[in-house]
């Protein structure tokens, strides 16, 4: 058996085959899945905004003080601002689609493009928005009602959340790294 050259052939032939295969179906893969991603990104933006717009507006319009008013206002902006940018963003990659191996590794490298703009971006936002409740705070604090527990768990309050919010961008900085290099994996294997 181990001197059928036919054999040998079509066994060379069908490993090298099954290589190839397997790294077109992978790229196909990862580009079906970072579309889900990003689809659940995008509408997790939108969720947030239609949630966080009402209640901002409703807050800033019932204020008693201008400082609270231009507060919400400035965050409801700030939302707005992201949301549009997020969108702009994610036009195009969201719907673009791929019939040959070549295309896919073009969606992906895209797609890829824009998570690392989302993230540079996402950065901004937190610090635009710490700046927003940053002020707020300082100017709602010296009021006589204050105490000093309220004092305490207002800036404890915001730097839970600001942290939070510095935890889930290094996670994703990480999951946009590691997906980089899987990418980068699978194109070697297919080339």
């Given at each position: 058996m181990?001197?059928?050259?036919?054999?040998?052939?079509?066994?060379?032939?069908?490993?090298t085959?099954?290589?190839?295969?397997?790294s077109?179906?992978?790229?196909?893969?990862?580009?079906?899945?970072?579309?889900?991603?990003?689809?659940?990104?995008?509408?997790?933006?939108?969720?947030?905004?239609?949630?966080?717009?009402?209640?901002?507006?409703?807050?800033?319009?019932?204020?008693?003080?201008?400082?609270?008013?231009?507060?919400?206002?400035?965050?409801?902006?700030?939302?707005?601002?992201?949301?549009?940018?997020?969108?702009?963003?994610?036009?195009?990659?969201?719907?673009?689609?791929?019939?040959?191996?070549?295309?896919?590794?073009?969606?992906?490298?895209?797609?890829?493009?824009?998570?690392?703009?989302?993230?540079?971006?996402?950065?901004?936002?937190?610090?635009?928005?710490?700046?927003?409740?940053?002020?707020?705070?300082?100017?709602r604090?010296?009021?006589?009602?204050?105490?000093?527990?309220?004092?305490?768990?207002?800036?404890?309050?915001?730097?839970?959340?600001?942290?939070?919010?510095?935890?889930?961008m290094?996670?994703?900085?990480?999951?946009?790294?590691?997906?980089?290099?899987?990418?980068?994996?699978?194109?070697?294997?297919?080339?």
């Amino acid at each position: 058996m181990n001197n059928d050259p036919e054999l040998k052939e079509w066994t060379s032939d069908w490993q090298t085959g099954s290589d190839r295969e397997f790294s077109v179906e992978a790229i196909r893969l990862y580009a079906q899945g970072r579309s889900r991603f990003m689809w659940t990104w995008v509408l997790s933006e939108l969720t947030v905004g239609a949630i966080a717009l009402p209640v901002l507006g409703y807050v800033g319009w019932m204020a008693p003080d201008a400082v609270q008013r231009w507060s919400m206002w400035l965050l409801a902006l700030i939302t707005i601002a992201a949301m549009s940018v997020g969108w702009w963003n994610w036009r195009g990659s969201l719907l673009a689609s791929a019939k040959t191996t070549a295309e896919y590794v073009a969606v992906s490298t895209e797609r890829l493009r824009r998570m690392r703009q989302a993230w540079r971006i996402g950065w901004i936002v937190l610090a635009a928005q710490v700046a927003v409740f940053s002020v707020w705070i300082w100017t709602r604090l010296p009021s006589a009602a204050t105490t000093a527990l309220s004092v305490r768990f207002a800036w404890g309050w915001l730097l839970f959340v600001t942290l939070s919010a510095v935890c889930f961008m290094l996670w994703m900085d990480r999951r946009i790294r590691r997906d980089a290099d899987t990418f980068e994996a699978l194109k070697r294997d297919l080339l």
